[in-house]
């Protein structure tokens, strides 16, 4: 077949567009931090960019080559943009380290990456240290005088690098080319996405070590958005108080976060001023959380649903014009899902023979999906992740557990190895674990299966109440009475203290499981 080719500019979509067109054209917008040193530091679009001319200066003098990893250990700050910028603009790729993690993993994952520089947050520059060729990063920036113009860099050179939070196994590299965030900008900025604008304050909860803070820093730019940056202090009341003094209109992050804040407000009778809406993802947004953001403080809630390996953003939740008419308790059903694909995500749901299941909104099956950010490949692996769908080759395996419904709405009910898998039939972990949650008494819950001698698999529950508050056994089991078929209703609840998170917030069942493992269930015998 022969073709006619358009005759269009093929301009490279580069990370270096971004910072040069907020510049140009939001210069004045600011990028507010609160800093690790405290204080609280204010910036703009037009700086940023200058900065992060002049650490693209100070890496040529470094010697730092291009494709070589720089790696940060960072909370969201303006220097981290700077660098997100200055190291990808110039064409070598900025690797985010997540600085809650262990010493151990650290250092595993920067030698797995082989990172040739590493910056990282120090309030003050030692005296003397032990640490060799440390540099000051103001003091390395200011030898510098930004006269500097970008490369003109193939769309589809690697930008940046982010590690998987690994709860199985070691952590694995989703390498992010110019192009995937290019892309992945414009798809997140979309009305029926992040809906971000130049009239937007941004507030990234989500720290920018947690796959690039969910695209915000480029999204931003794209947009000529304002930025605040909230630093380490992501406790309630440091949080509400930028919220506040910074008129924030938009923020995102996991579940965890908006508890304390949430908790914080409630207890000092506080409301915002200015904010209207958050994206809330990265695990299940608990329906009592929505609620209590919606009702009571009148805060649109747009639950997404993303991973490490799909830059994260693969789907969020907003109604369809044909939705306005539903009764709220089935408006809030979809509010409630994990939402529609955006432009550039392609999903279906599988069998384990790799059959696509309709999506009739009960069929659950292995959520798959491809795009243009979606990662083919693991940084340096030869083997493909990549499974057939109806024999068609192409699609990444999330291990994620999903339904979709007619609409396109999808909604997640386990990864695939936290379903609970009783005599056959599959039990989701996250539609208890919501139940619980809105008793009134607990703060936290995560359910788990434990062994069992007739049915392979049956629900545990384990929970923390809300602090001073004491709750039975009894109790919590009954207030499932109702409201889910009585076989799925857990066997057992244990009380605890504490649940274990990952270092970006999210329960870790595999250390739960294995703190579980020898639980006799009352049902056992
Ligand atoms: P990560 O790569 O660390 O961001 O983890 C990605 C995983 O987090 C997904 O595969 C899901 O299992 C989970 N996840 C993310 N967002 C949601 C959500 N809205 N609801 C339920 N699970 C989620």
Redesign the pocket.
């Known amino acids: 077949m022969t073709v006619l080719m358009g005759q269009m500019m093929n301009m490279p979509l580069t990370v270096s567009s971004l910072i040069r067109h907020a510049a140009r054209h939001a210069g004045d917008v600011e990028i507010v931090s609160r800093r690790c040193e405290g204080d609280i530091h204010r910036s703009n679009w037009a700086e940023v960019h200058e900065r992060a001319r002049q650490l693209a200066q100070a890496l040529e003098a470094l010697a730092v080559r291009p494709g070589e990893r720089v790696a940060t250990l960072a909370w969201n700050g303006h220097r981290h943009v700077e660098i997100y910028y200055g190291v990808s603009g110039s064409g070598r790729i900025c690797h985010t380290i997540n600085p809650r993690l262990f010493p151990e993993q650290i250092e595993w994952i920067a030698n797995d990456a082989e990172d040739a520089v590493l910056m990282g947050h120090r309030g003050e520059m030692p005296a003397s240290t032990s640490v060799p060729d440390l540099l000051c990063f103001d003091d390395l920036l200011a030898r510098h005088d930004g006269r500097y113009d970008w490369p003109e860099l193939d769309e589809q050179t690697a930008a940046t690098l982010c590690y998987?939070?690994g709860?199985t196994g070691n952590p694995k590299g989703?390498l992010y080319s110019h192009r995937s965030i290019v892309l992945h900008s414009y798809g997140a900025a979309l009305p029926d996405a992040m809906n971000c604008s130049t009239r937007d304050v941004i507030l990234p909860i989500v720290p920018m070590f947690?796959?690039n803070a969910w695209g915000l820093p480029y999204t931003a730019a794209m947009t000529g958005a304002k930025l605040v940056m909230p630093g380490p202090f992501l406790d309630g009341a440091s949080l509400y108080d930028l919220f506040e003094s910074e008129k924030v209109t938009f923020s995102a992050g996991?579940p965890t976060v908006w508890l304390g804040l949430l908790n914080h407000m409630k207890a000092n009778g506080l409301k915002f001023s200015t904010f209207k809406r958050t994206v809330?993802?990265?695990?299940?947004?608990p329906p009592a959380m929505m609620k209590s953001l919606q009702q009571d403080y009148g805060i649109e809630v747009i639950?997404?649903?993303?991973?490490?390996?799909?830059s994260?953003l693969?789907?969020l939740s907003k109604l369809q014009s044909k939705h306005e008419g539903l009764p709220a308790e089935r408006k809030q059903r979809l509010l409630q899902s994990?939402?529609r694909v955006i432009f550039g995500i392609d999903m279906a749901i599988i069998d384990d023979e790799g059959r696509s299941l309709p999506w009739d909104g009960t069929s659950a099956g292995n959520?798959v999906v491809r795009g243009p950010w979606v990662i083919s490949s693991y940084f340096k692996s030869k083997d493909s992740p990549l499974v057939s769908v109806d024999g068609e080759p192409g699609w990444f395996p999330?291990?994620?557990v999903a339904a979709i419904d007619a609409d396109g709405f999808m909604f997640?009910t386990?990864?695939s190895k936290d379903v609970i898998k009783s005599g056959g039939e599959w039990i989701s972990s996250?539609e208890l674990e919501n139940i619980a949650i809105a008793h009134p008494s607990v703060h936290e819950a995560a359910v788990i299966a434990c062994r069992h001698p007739k049915w392979d698999e049956r629900p545990l529950l384990v929970v923390v109440p809300k602090p001073g508050a004491t709750v039975s056994r009894e109790e919590l089991l009954r207030f499932f009475d109702g409201k889910i078929a009585k076989w799925q209703i857990p066997d057992d609840v244990a009380i605890v203290a504490e649940l274990p998170h990952?270092a970006?917030g999210?329960l870790q069942k595999l250390r739960l499981r294995e703190q579980f493992r020898d639980h006799v269930l009352p049902t056992a015998g």
């Open positions: 998987t939070s709860t989703a947690h796959v996991v809330i993802g990265g695990s299940a947004c639950h997404a649903w993303g991973m490490t390996e799909l994260p693969g789907t994990q939402g959520l999330t291990g994620d997640i386990d990864r996250i990952t970006t999210k």
